[in-house]
């Protein structure tokens, strides 16, 4: 079974989609983390991303490995851990002109399947029910308002990062710019799945997101056993 959960970024997906996989005892995959270490990979290398040619090349040595055998997951490119690296500022404002590359959705969307093809699995991202698994048993899509959005993430970095020095309106323009790129770009737009069920976290809490994906998977679950 896959379940899918999507959604921009902000709205918290990332620690929803690991304590719902939780809950239910399945595997889950932080597909943004993949488009995040590919580009790691690209500019620890000095690869224009303007360059496609040099990008296809380069991504013939990209290697990328899970560890779940630790309480919390690890990232690998190659030898390297990219774990917490990829969640830096500056690779957040690079991640979605990479994730817009033909090239690089080709390869990680068929990774993507491949993980899926191997048992129940929670896939998070922004084209998870739309593209990659148009067929998931559960689809949701989670939104909230870019000011909420940008407060979160702000708060977040700022716990990880006491002398970070960007600000909340810095994040809020990256937010935004973001959104627009993932909803108007040709390939794999950010979007809603037409079947999926749509939730504002705005005002709710994550236990309380968490709770409406649950009863939700569980209710249709039980149903199909009667």
């Not at 983390?33 to 990008?55: C, E, G, N």
């Not at 993507?112 to 699995?121: C, F, P, V």
Request: glycine letters at 4%; one cysteine or more.
């Amino acid at each position: 079974m896959i379940i899918t959960i999507d959604g921009p970024s902000g709205t918290g997906k990332t620690t929803i989609a690991k304590l719902i996989s939780e809950k239910l005892g399945f595997s889950y995959f932080d597909t943004g983390a993949m488009y995040r270490s590919v580009a790691w990979f690209l500019k620890q290398r000095h690869i224009l991303f303007s360059d496609a040619p040099a990008v296809a090349a380069a991504l013939e040595c990209f290697s990328f490995k899970i560890d779940n055998t630790v309480p919390e997951k690890k990232y690998f490119v190659g030898q390297e851990d990219v774990t917490q690296v990829i969640r830096s500022p500056e690779i957040t404002l690079i991640v979605s002109e990479i994730s817009a590359m033909p090239v690089v959705r080709k390869l990680l969307t068929a990774a993507q399947r491949d993980y899926g093809s191997k048992g129940n699995a929670v896939f998070e991202g922004r084209d998870m029910g739309s593209v990659v698994f148009p067929h998931a048993e559960f689809k949701f899509f989670l939104t909230a308002s870019p000011e909420i959005r940008a407060t979160r993430r702000f708060l977040e970095w700022k716990e990880k990062n006491p002398s970070l020095s960007v600000s909340e309106q810095e994040i809020l323009e990256a937010i935004n710019k973001r959104d627009e790129l993932d909803s108007s770009r040709e390939l794999a737009p950010l979007c809603c799945p037409i079947d999926a069920r749509v939730i504002d976290t705005s005002s709710l809490n994550v236990d309380q997101v968490v709770n409406i994906i649950y009863k939700n998977v569980k209710k249709i679950k039980d149903h199909e056993t009667l």
